[in-house]
Every structure is written in structure tokens, then in C-alpha cells.
Nanobody
């Protein structure tokens, strides 16, 4: 399985971006899908998760109300809509997939994407 993250870029504070993570190799419709991020010099942190049905979502406190995770199982793709971006959102964003129950630990996920860089200027 390969996860391909895309959609990163440079945006001004207050702007929006939508990240996509497309899976190939097998269907991930039964997997919990995640977004994590790693800022320069910092550990990778949980950002958001969505269950296989898309009904249940989970967010880090720092992004609640600004970011929205969603998925399209027909397209084998998960999205992260990021609004009201702040300079502290600058990071490499990674998607991940795992069959186990949703959690926020920083590692031990079955599949990882390669990351896409988001830079928010002040």
C-alpha cells in the first residue's frame, strides 16, 4: 500500500489549504485514517483522525474548529481542510492508516504517506 499526500504549499496567515491523501495498492475503506504533522525541530504530532465510515472524527485541540478531516472511500482518499491557518501550523503533514481503534499516539501505524509541506507566513 502506498499513501500519497498532496496539497501543501505556501499560504498567508488566515488562509486555507486542502490536503489530500490518496491510497493505492488496496482499499483502505475499513481503515482509520489519520493526519499528523511535524514542525521543524519538533516531534510528530497527531492532528486528526476519521473512522472508516467517516461518521466519527477526532482532532487535536490546537486545530479544533479550524480543520476538518473527511474521506471518500470510493476514491480511496482522505482530506484535511485547513482554514484560518496560523504560522504555528507550519509543518510537514503526513497521512497514516491503521485498522485498530482510533488513537493519538505518535507512532506504530500500519501505513504512512511521504508528507507534504505546509508553510504559513505571518
Amino acid at each position: 500500500v502506498q499513501l500519497q499526500a498532496s496539497g501543501g504549499g505556501l499560504v498567508q496567515a488566515g488562509g486555507s489549504l486542502r490536503l489530500s491523501c490518496a491510497a493505492s495498492g488496496r482499499t483502505l475503506s475499513t481503515y482509520v485514517m489519520y493526519w499528523f504533522r511535524q514542525a521543524p525541530g519538533k516531534e510528530r504530532d497527531f492532528v486528526a483522525a476519521v473512522t472508516w465510515s467517516g461518521v466519527s472524527t477526532y482532532y487535536a485541540d490546537s486545530v479544533k474548529g479550524r480543520f476538518t478531516i473527511s474521506r471518500d472511500n470510493a476514491k480511496n482518499t482522505v482530506y484535511l481542510q485547513m482554514n484560518s491557518l496560523k504560522p504555528e501550523d507550519t509543518a510537514v503533514y503526513y497521512c497514516a492508516a491503521d485498522l485498530r481503534s482510533p488513537r493519538t499516539t505518535k507512532s506504530d501505524y500500519e501505513y504512512w504517506g511521504q508528507g507534504t509541506l505546509v508553510t504559513v507566513s505571518s
